[in-house]
């Protein structure tokens, strides 16, 4: 088992999914009898487009940086280091019962698809740090290894029956047949959106605001464009931050770039994906009847090509700003949710059909509690750091402790017993 553990590790934490994601899918398309040369065109495919996402985003980060380096020297009383997702997911793959829980979480999926219970097959071996991350806080706060493994083994198997019951809702919205979204604050984000929209319903004037990306194209004209859009959004968050007229239009620049390219990235990781969908259900239908069905989970990344995701993204990045700000008691400075701001959106703009006005309610407030509660665990995102060996210097946080329901659920737990 260690020395799975520490294969699964190196792929993940010293490769990360770019390398790690294309070698799951052409070991996936092998199992599904595809031939040797067509697994591995689909591996490269999918990996291609994850990694053309992965820059894009980096670029998304590093272009509004002077945007937010202006606003948070604002701020005073920042006392809190907001990490960045990657290192608290590496992170929880150090937990001593990781070598267990991982291949137990893949042999119970095994299982449930044998049994018929549940449809979906989890390849986002990368994304199981969300299972890994909620155990490790068991672990640390309660002191019990028993316990973490159960909550992660919980965590994992949970996200399969949520996956499931979202996917035909993920497909409609983003055109993706047979797969479905395993990440799991993505459900948290979708439960909220669902609840945001009932509320909305209840309110006369407003439930009745129906904006989607290609009507408001229609109306507004070049105006409405994508790229237009991204231009004079990031035109005026520079000039908003005091860049200058010049470096305001290379911040809008960028942002129309992003717009653009995001749905072009999605769209090559759905070219390598459909293969492996088409064999794994003739696979499927062979051994288990002509009315057995797969669902391929896959990263909320997948949502990111829908145009009322990339404009929300986007429109919800000044709210962010001020979220940090202006609330009261803020100990430090969201840099690290406004850049998972871009896999907030799909959850939202799914619950509201691509309806971009709702969408970007849900987002704003997906990302408001995230703010808060990533705020109010910071000294058990600190003790879970602490414990399990990174090496940080003082208060940490991360959007992750706020945004993902059972970290929440394990903290304040934490903090009755």
């Known amino acids: 088992m260690d020395v799975v553990l520490k294969i699964m590790q190196y792929i993940m934490n010293d490769l990360g999914a770019v390398v790690g994601l294309p ?36 670029l998304l980060m590093t272009t509004i940086t002077p945007v937010v380096e202006y606003y948070g020297k604002m701020g005073t009383g920042y006392s ?55 155990g490790a806080l068991a672990y640390v706060l309660f002191h019990n290894v028993v316990l973490g493994a159960i909550v992660t083994i919980a965590a994992g198997t949970l996200e399969l029956f949520f996956a499931q019951w979202l996917a035909p809702k993920w497909q409609e919205t983003f055109e993706c047949e047979g797969v479905t979204c395993t990440t799991l604050p993505a459900a948290c984000g979708y439960f909220v959106s669902v609840g945001v929209n009932k509320l909305i319903d209840l309110i006369p004037g407003l439930r009745d605001v129906d904006v989607d990306m290609e009507s408001l194209s229609d109306k507004l004209g070049i105006f409405g464009d994508s790229s237009i859009v991204g231009l004079i959004i990031g035109f005026c968050l520079g000039m908003a931050s005091k860049q200058g007229v010049g470096p305001s239009v290379v911040i809008g620049m960028e942002i129309a770039t992003v717009l653009i390219v995001i749905p072009k990235m999605v769209g090559i990781m759905m070219e390598g994906i459909t293969p492996i969908g088409n064999a794994a259900t003739a696979v499927m239908r062979k051994s288990m009847g002509e009315d057995a069905e797969l669902l391929i989970g896959m990263d909320v990344a997948v949502g990111l090509g829908h145009p009322a995701a990339v404009t929300c993204t986007i429109l919800a990045m000044p709210f962010v700003i001020l979220m940090g700000l202006l609330i009261p008691g803020m100990k430090y400075f969201p840099i690290g949710v406004l850049g998972t701001i871009c896999y907030c959106a799909p959850s939202p703009v799914a619950a509201s059909k691509g309806n971009m006005f709702r969408s970007l309610i ?51 737990l934490s903090r009755i017993f």
């Open 362 to 412: 849900c987002t704003i407030v997906v990302c408001a509690y995230t703010v808060v509660l990533a705020n109010v665990f910071i000294p058990e995102a600190t003790a879970m750091l602490q414990a399990t060996g990174v090496g940080i210097k003082g208060m940490v946080t991360e959007a992750g402790f706020g945004g993902n329901f059972i970290n929440v659920i394990v903290e304040f």
């Open 80 to 134: 809190v280091t907001d990490l960045p997702f990657p290192v608290v997911g590496g992170a929880s793959w150090t937990v001593p019962f990781a070598a267990i829980v991982v291949p137990a979480i893949v042999l119970i999926n095994i299982i449930l698809l044998k049994l018929k219970v549940t449809k979906v097959i989890n390849v986002d071996i990368w994304n199981f740090m969300h299972f890994l991350v909620p």
């Open 23 to 58: 070698i799951i899918i052409i070991i996936m398309g092998l199992i599904f009898r595809m031939k040797i040369g067509a697994a591995v065109k689909s591996g490269i495919t999918v990996g291609i487009g994850f990694k053309g996402l992965s820059v894009i985003v980096s």
